[in-house]
């Protein structure tokens, strides 16, 4: 389930090395309110000249309009935690790619200081909850990012996405294309200087749902089937999170910008460690499943290999049975943790 802007949300951010972010705590409500401790968070504000908000344990005071020039939109302290942890990990990202960055500050969409922004959160935390139970329990809810002008980051946080935000999508569909939350270098360089030298960046929620793969080139609009809501340029390590036009509005959750500076050249080359793929051959995964999945099933598994052998059917035709027998969740579990075993080798 998807809280209410009022509830204490604590989702992944940068899962690799076991970062979390505190997303929001508090609500915008009224002083003198008698009900401030019901948690639903829908439709008992009501709006003063300064609201109070609750970042953690500290309380902030936050006028109308922010210095980001946006009602509704709150300057995050930079001695608050979420400052921190947001700000910290943003910028060693791209450290890693040779980018020496520097956050000017951090603004956060509080979605109620209006009807229209109650509503737009309301709409995506009931959309989440539909992908939830259609995924046996899971929204898969992740932050990722976008990149534009000032002006188109306003326009977003003001009015949604629209169809010119998708010249983002390029070659993977007609959709919104956004970075991954461990990976914002492409969203970084789509970002666009402003009259200050400053760029900004979204960092969004997204409810991907179940993904599929989407390939480069592909003119792909919508789900391939019902059984997916979202598209990913690889399942196991995805660097781009595909929201089709239809669910733009629905299914990303514009939550913070980062308003940031560049101090070196993202064209500049640099040189980094080489990435172990997420790979494993066909006889390593089949010892593997032989030790998980029923008799049966690894029947069905060999048969795709033997006619792959045969030169009955092609290589992803054999892979996409293999999915379909083992299911994407454990093909994954697997891959990830050879992936770990040859990194493990390679070190030692």
Request: proline residues 3%; contains cysteine.
């Given at each position: 389930?998807?809280?209410?802007?009022?509830?204490?949300?604590?989702?992944?951010?940068?899962?690799?090395?076991?970062?979390?972010?505190?997303?929001?705590?508090?609500?915008?409500s009224d002083d003198n309110s008698e009900d401030n401790g019901n948690g639903d968070g829908e439709g008992d504000s009501s709006i003063s000249d300064c609201e109070s908000v609750t970042s953690g344990s500290r309380i902030v005071e936050v006028e109308q309009t922010s210095s980001f020039g946006l009602i509704g939109m709150v300057k995050?302290?930079?001695?608050?935690?979420?400052?921190?942890i947001i700000g910290k990990k943003f910028v060693a990202r791209l450290g890693y790619y040779g980018i020496d960055a520097e956050i000017e500050c951090i603004h956060r969409n509080l979605f109620d200081f209006s009807e229209i922004a109650q509503a737009r959160f309301s709409s995506f935390r009931m959309f989440a909850n539909s992908v939830e139970k259609k995924n046996g329990g899971d929204a898969n809810v992740k932050f990722a990012w976008f990149g534009g002008s000032k002006g188109?980051?306003?326009?977003?946080?003001?009015?949604?996405?629209?169809?010119?935000?998708?010249?983002?999508?390029?070659?993977?569909?007609?959709?919104?294309?956004?970075?991954?939350?461990?990976?914002?270098?492409?969203?970084?360089?789509a970002a666009i200087v402003d009259e200050d030298g400053i760029k900004h960046i979204l960092l969004c929620r997204v409810s991907m749902?179940?993904?599929?793969?989407?390939?480069?080139?592909?003119?792909q609009c919508y789900p391939s089937s019902d059984e997916f809501q979202s598209g990913v340029d690889d399942l196991v390590s995805p660097k781009k999170i595909i929201i089709w036009s239809s669910q733009m509005n629905t299914h990303i959750l514009p939550e913070f910008v980062v308003s940031f500076k560049t101090l070196t050249s993202i064209d500049r080359p640099v040189r980094v460690e080489k990435p172990v793929s997420p790979w494993i051959p066909i006889p390593n995964l089949l010892a593997v499943l032989s030790k998980i999945l029923a008799?049966?099933?690894?029947?069905?598994?060999?048969?795709?290999?033997?006619?792959?052998?045969?030169?009955?059917?092609?290589?992803?035709?054999?892979?996409?049975?293999?999915?379909?027998?083992?299911?994407?969740?454990?093909?994954?579990?697997?891959?990830?943790?050879?992936?770990?075993?040859?990194r493990s080798n390679r070190v030692d």
């Amino acid at each position: 389930m998807i809280p209410a802007v009022t509830e204490d949300i604590t989702s992944s951010y940068g899962s690799d090395n076991g970062v979390y972010v505190p997303v929001i705590e508090g609500s915008v409500s009224d002083d003198n309110s008698e009900d401030n401790g019901n948690g639903d968070g829908e439709g008992d504000s009501s709006i003063s000249d300064c609201e109070s908000v609750t970042s953690g344990s500290r309380i902030v005071e936050v006028e109308q309009t922010s210095s980001f020039g946006l009602i509704g939109m709150v300057k995050v302290d930079v001695s608050d935690k979420l400052h921190e942890i947001i700000g910290k990990k943003f910028v060693a990202r791209l450290g890693y790619y040779g980018i020496d960055a520097e956050i000017e500050c951090i603004h956060r969409n509080l979605f109620d200081f209006s009807e229209i922004a109650q509503a737009r959160f309301s709409s995506f935390r009931m959309f989440a909850n539909s992908v939830e139970k259609k995924n046996g329990g899971d929204a898969n809810v992740k932050f990722a990012w976008f990149g534009g002008s000032k002006g188109e980051i306003v326009n977003i946080v003001v009015h949604g996405f629209g169809c010119h935000n998708i010249r983002n999508a390029g070659s993977f569909g007609h959709g919104i294309v956004l970075s991954a939350d461990h990976s914002p270098l492409e969203s970084v360089d789509a970002a666009i200087v402003d009259e200050d030298g400053i760029k900004h960046i979204l960092l969004c929620r997204v409810s991907m749902g179940k993904s599929e793969v989407v390939n480069r080139g592909s003119t792909q609009c919508y789900p391939s089937s019902d059984e997916f809501q979202s598209g990913v340029d690889d399942l196991v390590s995805p660097k781009k999170i595909i929201i089709w036009s239809s669910q733009m509005n629905t299914h990303i959750l514009p939550e913070f910008v980062v308003s940031f500076k560049t101090l070196t050249s993202i064209d500049r080359p640099v040189r980094v460690e080489k990435p172990v793929s997420p790979w494993i051959p066909i006889p390593n995964l089949l010892a593997v499943l032989s030790k998980i999945l029923a008799p049966k099933a690894m029947e069905e598994i060999a048969q795709f290999r033997r006619s792959y052998l045969e030169r009955k059917i092609c290589r992803r035709d054999m892979i996409k049975g293999i999915r379909e027998v083992t299911g994407d969740r454990l093909l994954l579990a697997v891959l990830k943790d050879f992936t770990k075993q040859r990194r493990s080798n390679r070190v030692d």
